[in-house]
Structure formats: structure tokens, C-alpha cells
């Protein structure tokens, strides 16, 4: 199997999992689909390797210029990125299932990550996708 192949099927596994954790929530079908086309669209767009997808997708954390602004294009492609550059916080909290075990730290972690940020909006994606990780928020949601 081809890298490629190899990425997306990690991400597809990544978004049946993010399925499965906000089926009970704020997020439909419909918002998967919508997910999964932003990633194809902002990883064209944004010009990211395979390879560096591939070591986010096992974990690693990356300073990559073109994954900055990859993660700064899905912010803004879900209004996640406000126009001065700052993290929607508000709208973030709102897709959260109120009832999921993981609901109160993944609150606060969005809290405390929102006030990192930059003029530059790769750059706060780079430093809000840091601070999640600090906040072991894919282990939260991802195990």
C-alpha cells in the first residue's frame, strides 16, 4: 500500500472515530462529509506532504509550515478561526456533547488554548494544535 493510501486510510479511520465521539453531540453525517472534503481541500491547498501528515497521524508533534496552515485552513473552513486570527472558543464549545465523559476537560483545554495565538494564522493553528496535545486532547478523544 502506497503512502498515500496509508494517509487517508488513517484519516478515514480518524474521522469514523471523530464520528462515532460526536454522534451524540452537535455534529451530523452531513458534518463528516464536510470534514472529510475540508481535509482534501486544505491539504491540496496548503501543499502538506503525505509524510508529514503521516507523522501528525502517529502522534508526533510538527512545526511544519505547510501543516500550520493546513491546520489554519480546516479552522477556517469550520469559522473555528476568527478573522483577527483568534480561536473561536464560543462555537468550538458548542460542538461539544455536553454529556460525554471527555466534556469538561476538552472545555477547559479550548479555554486555555484560545489564548494562544499570533498575527500570523498558521502560526496560531501551530500553537492551539500544541496546546491540545499538552492537554492530551487526542488521547482524550482518540485513546
Do not use: W
Not at 502517529?58 to 489554519?72: R, S
Not at 489564548?115 to 488521547?139: G, Q, S, W
Amino acid at each position: 500500500m502506497c503512502l498515500l493510501q496509508t494517509v487517508k486510510m488513517k484519516l478515514l479511520v480518524i474521522l469514523l472515530i471523530f464520528h462515532v465521539a460526536f454522534a451524540a453531540g452537535a455534529f451530523r453525517p452531513a458534518d463528516i462529509v464536510r470534514f472529510q472534503r475540508a481535509v482534501e481541500k486544505c491539504r491540496i491547498s496548503e501543499d502538506v506532504s503525505d509524510e508529514v501528515l503521516e507523522r501528525v497521524l502517529n502522534g508526533e508533534i510538527v512545526d511544519d509550515p505547510h501543516f500550520n496552515c493546513f491546520a489554519a485552513c480546516l479552522l477556517e473552513e469550520f469559522q473555528l478561526l476568527k478573522p483577527d486570527g483568534s480561536f473561536n472558543d464560543e462555537l468550538a464549545v458548542t460542538k461539544i456533547p455536553q454529556d460525554a465523559d471527555f466534556a469538561q476537560q476538552l472545555t477547559d483545554a479550548i479555554k486555555t488554548c484560545s489564548a494562544r495565538r499570533d498575527p500570523d494564522k498558521c502560526t496560531t493553528a501551530h500553537l492551539l494544535f500544541v496546546c491540545m496535545y499538552e492537554n492530551n486532547i487526542p488521547t482524550l478523544l482518540f485513546g
